[in-house]
């Protein structure tokens, strides 16, 4: 049986080093500082931002929260983004997705400072995550690398198959695991065979959207398997892009779904924010 990779233990791992580094700026007179802005009613965007809005206050984050009504126009919300890019008090900028129709959500990630720009949305660091020198990574890539590092894969000349080429998880991912060394190959809805190429993995992160999409059958013996899917089924139950109990019977490790990447996305903007104050107090003391 695979080891179980322990998302909420890395994640309380941690968020306990982050409220520690929280402290010691706490001492230099700095409290990071975390805006989050909610536009319209989204059930689901109401929860996610209110998650975020308890863990900055566990680690002692300052949580700035702006909620939007649904019909707020692009003007006014690009206007809100201005004054949060110039209040020293905010270190991270968060605009919760989706927005409304009326708002162009290129437009608003791209009005973001790439200096607050605490999600790894913009262009500029997009660009900067490309050539290998990343400011802010995008935050459930960067938990996939941090479950991985804390359970001890090293990925230099491992071959890792990414499966979903999206720009929040799937590109960023392979991007971050080519510059840990690894051959990387990203599928998506249009890849031929794609067992064949699950089956050559040492390393398999799935980022999909469809319930147990890859088969436990597919799975090398003994590779290291990362479930980012989040796939509602039925009423309550959530199940990942995995079919977990078969894969489970060939990983050397896996993911749960829940408890595997879930916990681990919230941690890094956190993290990301904190270490946006470290260096904007770096900056002022220059
Ligand atoms: P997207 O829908 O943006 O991307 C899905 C990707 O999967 C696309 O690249 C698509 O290919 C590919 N794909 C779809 N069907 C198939 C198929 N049959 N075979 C191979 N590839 C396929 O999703 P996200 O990247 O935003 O999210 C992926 C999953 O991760 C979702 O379940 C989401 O809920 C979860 N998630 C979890 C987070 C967490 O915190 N744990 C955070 C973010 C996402 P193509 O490009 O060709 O269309």
């Known amino acids: 049986m695979a080891q179980i990779i322990d998302g909420k233990a890395i994640a309380a791992k941690i968020r306990g080093e982050i409220a520690n580094d929280v402290k010691i700026l706490a001492g230099q007179g700095i409290q990071p500082g975390l805006a989050v802005v ?49 209040d020293p008090r905010i270190h991270g900028i968060l605009v919760q997705l989706p927005l409304p129709k009326q708002i162009d959500t290129e437009k608003v990630l791209e009005a973001i400072s790439p200096t607050k720009d605490v999600d790894g ?46 720009n929040i998880v799937g590109k960023p991912v392979a991007l971050m695991c080519l510059q840990q060394h690894a051959t990387v190959t990203i599928c998506h809805s249009r890849t031929r065979d794609l067992a064949a190429k699950v089956g050559q993995a040492d390393v398999v992160i799935a980022a999909v959207g469809v319930p147990e999409m890859i088969k436990g059958e597919w799975v090398k013996p003994g590779a290291v398997v990362i479930d980012v899917g989040v796939n509602r089924v039925g009423d309550r139950k959530l199940v990942g892009d995995v079919e977990y ?42």
Do not use: W
């Not at 109401?46 to 002692?60: H, R």
């Not at 020198?133 to 938990?143: A, D, I, M, V």
């Not at 996305?265 to 904190?274: G, P, S």
């Open 245 to 286: 109990a078969a894969a489970s019977e060939r990983a050397a490790a896996i993911t749960p779904v829940p408890g595997g990447v879930g916990p681990m996305t919230i941690t890094m903007l956190l993290y990301n924010t904190v270490e946006s104050a470290k260096r904007q107090a770096i900056g002022n003391r220059q």
């Open 121 to 166: 949305f913009h262009p500029y660091n997009v660009g900067r995550l490309v050539v290998g020198k990343p400011l802010f990574q995008p935050c459930t890539p960067y938990g996939v690398m941090i479950m991985l590092k804390e359970t001890g894969v090293d990925l230099k000349g491992k071959d890792v198959v990414v499966v979903g080429r999206s």
């Open 38 to 86: 909610l536009v319209g009613e989204d059930p689901a965007s109401k929860v996610y931002v209110s998650m975020k809005e308890k863990a900055c206050q566990d680690v002692g984050i300052f949580s700035d929260e702006h909620k939007l009504p649904a019909e707020t126009s692009e003007t006014d919300l690009l206007a809100l983004i201005d004054k949060l890019n110039r």
